[in-house]
Each structure stands twice: as C-alpha cells, then as structure tokens.
C-alpha cells in the first residue's frame, strides 16, 4: 500500500505541473494505449452445501491486492474511446482455518466517454473473466477454474502531461459472476479498484 500512496503523491504533483504548463493534447483521433495499476477491495461470495442437504451462502472478508490491466483502443472523437482490455489480480483468504487462493483474469470489451471532451471520463464493459480457485484443506489440495461474465463501471479524471500523453486516478467496479462448479454453487467476486491511470494517444 506504501507504494500506491507514494505513486498517488507523484500524480499529484504531476497534475500541478501538467496545469501549471498547460500542455493541451492533440485531438483523440486514433490508437489509444492504456495502463492502470492500483489498490483492489475484493470479496468473494459463494454458497456450499449444508450437512442437511440445504445452501448455505458464504461470504470471504475483503482483502485488499494489487491490480492492474492494459487496453487497446480507438478514439472515435474528443468524447468517445472503444477499447479492448485485460485485467486480475491474485488475494489469499481464510475460510474456518482453511487458505483459499483465488486469482481472476478479467477480459473486456468497453467505451470511455468524455462528457465535455477532456477531463472527468465515465467507462463500462462486459466480457468473459475466469476464476481460478485453489483451496489447501487438511491432507487435499483442490485446485479448479470456470469462466463467466465479468462486468465494469468505473470513473476518472486525466490531465495531458505531454501532447500524446494523460495521466489520471480512476475508480473501477468489476463484479465476476461463474456460477456453479465442483461442490460450490453460484461464486461470485466483487471488487473497488483504485488506480493510476496512463494513456497514450497515437495517430
């Protein structure tokens, strides 16, 4: 967390210098890289089999990780962004004396609007992600994966640091939903991401 807290006081100062210089950006008109790493908040919630033959629904504690992803994208105008993206990360959790590893990698397709052409940015997407569960439980080591759909919300604001360059923050929702597979029924992990966000726009 060090490491985040000092990256976002180096934005900081970016952001002054960037207003300070007032470095302006060529228009959004073509090939759009971007990069985000930061802090995750992430919960995982699943239901189990009762001893009754009943469900019983489970939820882990949130564990904070890091996370991060790339996207490759078109910029249609000043106001829109189509992109294609990746992302995961990887949290241990506890459950009744038991360690839990989940890692998810998260795959979208998403649009990036910019409301007044610069600035503050609102983005959604969809697109298959997958979990991949290993749970160590006395003398057994089960490890599995199953895929599902994985769904995205987020919020941010950038600044141009150079003609073809933005930095920002960014505020992401993503919640993975897998269904049933082995003894677990209807998994599913949540996570509020905060990120550093970089972007370079190419003609």
């Known amino acids: 967390m060090r490491t985040v807290f000092l990256a976002t006081a180096l934005l900081l100062l970016m952001t002054n210098s960037a207003l300070a210089l ?3 950006g060529h228009d959004r008109d073509g090939v759009v890289v971007g990069f985000n790493i930061g802090a995750g908040w992430n919960w995982l919630n699943f239901n189990v089999p009762s ?5 019983i629904s489970e939820k882990t504690d949130t564990e904070v990780d890091l996370t ?3 996207t490759l994208g078109w910029a249609r105008n000043d106001n829109l962004i189509f992109s294609i993206g990746v992302s995961g990360w990887k949290a241990r959790y506890w ?8 890692s998810t990698t998260q795959f979208q397709a998403d649009v990036c609007w910019f409301p007044l052409g610069e600035g503050f940015w609102l983005r959604a997407g969809v697109g298959p992600g997958n979990i991949s569960f290993s749970a160590l439980v006395p003398a057994i080591n089960v490890t599995f994966q199953e895929w599902g759909w994985n769904l995205l919300g987020g919020a941010g604001y950038e600044l141009r640091v150079s ?14 939903g897998v269904g049933a597979f082995k003894d677990i ?4 992990i949540s996570s509020h ?11």
């Open 68 to 70: 991060g992803g790339i």
């Open 22 to 24: 007032d470095l302006g």
């Open 193 to 203: 991401n905060a990120l550093l966000s970089f972007r370079w726009y190419m003609d």
């Open 163 to 176: 003609d073809t360059a933005a930095i920002g923050f960014a505020y992401e929702y993503r919640h993975l």
């Open 95 to 102: 459950y009744y004396g038991n360690q839990l590893s989940v």
């Open 51 to 55: 001893e009754d033959g009943g469900i």
């Open 185 to 188: 029924e209807d998994t599913e």
